[in-house]
């Protein structure tokens, strides 16, 4: 029986080890897990949240926000969405406007802002263009977690494309950091050129985004990254999938001996091209939503464990980048960091198609893996940091704008009905969101460095 004073004890039904202890407590004491144990005595803490007959489970770690892409967003908005979403961790992308984090002293400017900004805990990857292959050892002495590359031109300096002559380099390079090198792959030159058609031919309605990237715009991307980062021995993963396809080509080379790991995202899980009639702009996403029977085929995959993480893509655009007339015209992303635990739970676990611990692998241990954060996050054993959230698995409730941190304003998902709802979210043993409220102070989110 433990005598020591705990700062703080959650009782509910803990996910501990891929088992789950009903009525079972986790104990945490200077901001990190001091244990897990049956029953909800035998310990004295200081505050005791009882969450009985609700989930507790390690905090979702979103593998893919872009924070500073449109700067109206920033990391106090989009950490506070994540607080209410019940994610404690954000990997944010390196993509930021004007310029990228390419070079070191733009990741320090950056690391500043997380400390200054940030609610939950941030960590950081860097860019690579085929000007900065030089930076890439330096940005992982700063506390890079990762890289990210572009294998299409999204924007000439905030994300521009590697070119296929400095891709091999790049790749070996990483190699030699011991980091992963993630890529967005989609085929520059397709693409553009379809687009280019499409916009004389005056087809600018909103499935025209989806017929200008057609699937072998990423089927061909993915195996070139695939291909070319065997050949240098670097850990790739694949961002933000949205076919089956390309998840078999990963699970190919990971059956050959590559070091591969993919990501989908709620919005290829849910949405099809015949959203695009009603919700046009607003699931403008690179890459697309695809055919009606893509999202079946990929909770199949990921029921079986052969997609490695979901993240939101979190891309807070202001409504006025959504409603331009013409599909082209109109910025790609979509906000989501908030509801992406709720979103997947829902219809991940309460529809059957994804266990509770396939829920929590993806959203936490995974990504925290794929990003040497493991396991000082990811986890709830002891020792770990203290990053839990509670789930009302019963609580049903509507998705609104009106209701959300982010300063979007807007969401995809507007008016949907949903079961499971974020109760508690504490980060490194304090609470940051509680009932409703972000009650976490603007500053107490650090910069997270990968582990050794």
């Known amino acids: 029986m433990n005598r020591h004073l705990l700062d703080l004890a959650i009782t509910?039904?803990?996910?501990?080890?891929?088992?789950?202890?009903?009525?079972?407590?986790?104990?945490?004491?200077?901001?990190?897990?001091?244990?897990v144990t049956e029953g909800s005595d035998g310990f004295q803490s200081k505050t005791h949240i009882r969450?009985?007959?609700?989930?507790?489970?390690?905090?979702?770690?979103d593998s893919h926000v872009h924070s500073l892409s449109y700067p109206g967003e920033g990391f106090f908005n989009s950490t506070r969405s994540a607080a209410a979403g019940g994610v404690t961790t954000i990997i944010d992308m390196?993509?930021?406007?004007?310029?990228?984090?390419?070079?070191?002293?733009?990741?320090?400017?950056?690391?500043?802002?997380?400390e200054l900004e940030s609610i939950v805990d941030v960590a950081l990857l860097g860019s690579v263009k085929d000007e900065t292959l030089v930076n890439i050892p330096r940005l992982k002495e700063e506390g890079a977690c990762g890289f990210k590359l572009a294998l299409f031109d999204t924007d000439p300096k905030r994300f521009?494309?590697?070119?296929?002559?400095?891709?091999?380099?790049?790749?070996s390079l990483i190699r030699e950091t011991g980091l992963?090198?993630?890529?967005?792959?989609?085929?520059?030159?397709?693409?553009?050129?379809?687009?280019?058609?499409?916009?004389?031919?005056?087809?600018?309605?909103?499935?025209?985004?989806?017929?200008?990237?057609?699937?072998?715009?990423?089927t061909e991307?993915?195996?070139?990254?695939?291909?070319?980062?065997?050949?240098?021995?670097?850990?790739?993963h694949l961002y933000h999938m949205s076919c089956a396809r390309c998840i078999e080509f990963a699970q190919y080379y990971r059956e050959e001996g590559s070091s591969v790991t993919s990501e989908?995202?709620?919005?290829?899980?849910?949405?099809?091209?015949?959203?695009?009639?009603?919700?046009?702009?607003?699931?403008?996403?690179?890459?697309?939503?695809r055919e009606k029977q893509e999202p079946g085929l990929l909770w199949s995959q990921l029921s079986k464990g052969e997609i490695d993480c979901?993240?939101?893509?979190?891309?807070?655009?202001?409504?006025?980048?959504?409603?331009?007339?013409?599909?082209?015209e109109n910025a790609c992303g979509a906000p989501g960091v908030e509801i992406l635990l709720p979103l997947m739970f829902d219809e991940g676990v309460v529809e059957g198609r994804i266990s509770i611990d396939i829920l929590s692998k993806v959203l936490s241990e995974n990504p925290a893996k794929i990003f040497r954060l493991f396991p000082k996050k990811g986890t709830l054993a002891p020792g770990s940091d203290a990053d839990i959230v509670v789930l009302d698995p019963g609580e049903k409730w509507v998705i609104g704008a009106e209701k959300m941190q982010t300063a979007a304003g807007w969401t995809p998902y507007e008016g949907r009905e949903i079961t499971g709802a974020v109760e508690t979210t504490v980060v490194r043993g304090k609470i940051v969101f509680r009932e409703g409220e972000v009650i976490g102070e603007k500053g107490y989110g650090c910069f997270v460095r990968p582990l050794s």
């Open 12 to 35: 509910g039904n803990v996910l501990f080890g891929g088992h789950v202890i009903e009525g079972g407590t986790v104990l945490i004491d200077d901001g990190r897990v001091f244990g």
């Open 51 to 61: 969450a009985e007959g609700k989930w507790v489970l390690p905090g979702a770690i």
């Open 94 to 114: 390196p993509v930021d406007a004007p310029e990228g984090i390419a070079d070191p002293e733009a990741f320090r400017r950056k690391t500043a802002l997380v």
């Open 160 to 171: 521009p494309r590697v070119h296929d002559g400095h891709l091999l380099d790049a790749f």
């Open 180 to 218: 992963t090198a993630g890529v967005h792959a989609e085929n520059d030159e397709i693409i553009k050129s379809r687009i280019e058609r499409f916009i004389s031919e005056g087809k600018t309605y909103p499935r025209a985004h989806c017929e200008t990237r057609p699937y072998v715009s990423e």
């Open 221 to 236: 991307s993915v195996l070139k990254a695939l291909e070319i980062a065997r050949a240098a021995g670097v850990r790739l």
């Open 264 to 289: 989908t995202c709620p919005h290829y899980l849910i949405f099809s091209e015949e959203d695009m009639d009603t919700l046009g702009a607003k699931i403008r996403i690179n890459p697309p939503v």
């Open 310 to 328: 979901v993240s939101s893509d979190h891309a807070p655009w202001p409504i006025e980048r959504k409603n331009k007339p013409s599909i082209f």
